[in-house]
């Protein structure tokens, strides 16, 4: 058997082994996202997130969801609804399949060309053989090789499911539409892989079909996905790559080199460049020796002229350790826009009148001193303490100010530009007076009162008859022809029915105005 003549040297293309599909041991896999994963994303959620399920005969029924492929569909439409091989309808049933894929125009992609994509994501896997500290590589003067994966950009789509759903009644129909309109709108799929927002525009109202004698209830709907695909590989060239960073960067005679291809432009706290030169010819220096110069908040050791004729090493530093979970000290610090602080990103800014505006609460356990202390318009309950001073409460004769508890007074109240210096119990006896309705009448001449009298504080004459006024259906009652008498809780008006002229009736409406308790 003739073999293929092998492609010389000279014409044979570098091959990034990254790009082939076997990394041998490498426990880091392809990236892929197709079409079935989409699939495979909505039954997950449907059957493990939704979990739509019925109440027939007092038991609770899962209700199965089913991809119908494209013979199963075409009976459905045909017939409305799915039996199974004994030609009994199943019901009930929720039943999808995949109706278009277009391509997302809001999330345009241009890759080119496929085989050699321009858009892509870099990430270093944390820790691996290749990456771990040991004194060997120090000594040698050896960096970390870092590990370093390239996944290509996806495609962007827009996906359209068609879904079919029966039921036996309205009522579980109701039950499912209800699930599944509270899940739309979020991101379906599993968790810890690829999730897809997905959005459902309408539904049709539920249908009554009747088959064999048999009632069902059908809803349609359509389920539109927004989804991203990217293929394991193509044509032979895997996605994903790999890639290790050099250990060490050795630069010969007659060589340029630009350093910021070597470091990259990303702050890094502390840099190390290593160069040396193979002096095993007898070449000699750098045609053009450069000079690293510290700059302002930089510190460079060894900084000074290099002319590659002996290995030199630059160690360059920024002083302070500026890590997030570090305490960095500047002696003072301008923003352009807003300062932001904390984890939650705590705003301060200056407005466009001047003035400080902070994004949230402020908790000071300090004191406050302020030339000038204004209150908003909107703040509608405040407490103020002055250790000495006056306080004053409003502005306006309008303003009501409301106390809840007791108010205790110290000193003078001045009401209305009189002084008030105390409250005597004559003072309250005085204003005592309260309007109370008989409870009750005894024929011919009595009426009762759930009420109890004030009792005049001593100085002041007895209460008696004479510190009310009583009226009978809304006419006054002589006081010559009334007596009252205080029987524990009960207060009795008794009544000359001879003097008044006329008797009392059960229906009289009686009324006293006068000095009772409360």
């Not at 970390?144 to 009644?169: A, C, M, N, R």
Request: glycine residues 8%; aromatic residues 10%.
């Amino acid at each position: 058997m003739a073999r293929k003549k092998p492609i010389p040297r000279s014409a044979r293309k570098e091959i990034n082994r990254g790009r082939l599909r076997s990394r041998g041991t490498d426990e880091v896999k392809n990236i892929s996202v197709g079409l079935m994963d989409i699939d495979a994303a909505i039954m997950f959620y449907f059957n493990n997130v939704i979990k739509p399920t019925v109440l027939e005969n007092d038991e609770t029924i899962k209700v199965p969801l089913m991809y119908s492929n494209p013979e199963r569909w075409n009976s459905i439409q045909k017939n409305g609804y799915l039996v199974d091989n004994k030609k009994q309808l199943i019901i009930p049933l929720i039943v999808f399949k995949r109706n278009s894929i277009s391509k997302d125009e809001n999330l345009s992609v241009d890759k080119l060309d496929p085989l050699n994509p321009k858009l892509f994501y870099t990430f270093q896997k944390k820790y691996s053989k290749e990456n771990r500290y040991d004194n060997f590589a120090v000594q040698q003067g050896l960096n970390k090789t870092k590990e370093l994966y390239t996944v290509g950009v996806p495609d962007y789509v827009t996906l359209e499911y068609e879904f079919i759903v029966w039921t036996s009644y309205t009522e579980q129909m109701n039950k499912i539409i209800e699930k599944i309109i509270w899940s739309e709108g979020s991101y379906w799929g599993e968790d810890g892989k690829f999730k897809f927002r997905t959005s459902i525009d309408n539904y049709t109202d539920a249908s009554e079909l009747s088959v064999n004698s048999e009632r069902i209830i059908k809803t349609n709907f359509t389920v539109t996905l927004k989804g991203y695909l990217i293929p394991e590989e193509f044509n032979n060239v895997v996605t994903t790559q790999k890639a290790l960073t050099p250990k060490r960067i050795l630069i010969g005679d007659d060589v340029s080199v630009n350093l910021t291809d070597l470091v990259g432009t990303k702050d890094q706290r502390d840099v190390k460049i290593t160069v040396s030169k193979d002096t095993s010819g007898g070449g000699g220096g750098l045609e053009n020796p450069f000079n690293i110069i510290a700059g302002t908040g930089l510190s460079i050791g060894g900084a000074g002229q290099f002319d590659g004729r002996n290995t030199k090493t630059f160690t360059f530093n920024i002083g302070q350790d500026v890590g997030t979970d570090q305490t960095v000290t500047f002696s003072a610090v301008t923003a352009s826009n807003a300062l932001h602080i904390g984890p939650s990103s705590f705003e301060i800014k200056q407005r466009d009148d001047g003035k400080a505006q902070v994004s949230t609460d402020w908790v000071v356990q300090g004191d406050i001193i302020a030339e000038n202390y204004i209150v908003s318009s909107s703040i509608t309950h405040m407490t103020t303490s002055f250790s000495s001073g006056s306080t004053a409460f409003g502005d306006t004769l309008d303003d009501a100010h409301d106390f809840t508890g007791s108010l205790a007074i110290t000193g003078s109240l001045t009401l209305n530009g009189s002084e008030i210096t105390s409250v005597t119990d004559a003072d309250l006896y005085q204003r005592k007076c309260f309007v109370k309705k008989a409870t009750s009448i005894t024929i011919p001449s009595t009426a009762s009162f759930t009420a109890v009298t004030a009792s005049a504080p001593s100085g002041l004459t007895a209460t008696s008859e004479d510190d009310f006024i009583f009226f009978i259906n809304g006419q006054y009652m002589e006081h010559d022809a009334l007596t009252i008498q205080q029987a524990g809780s009960t207060f009795h008006l008794i009544v000359n029915t001879s003097s008044i002229g006329y008797d009392l009736e059960s229906d009289d409406e009686v009324i006293a105005w006068g000095k009772f308790n409360s």
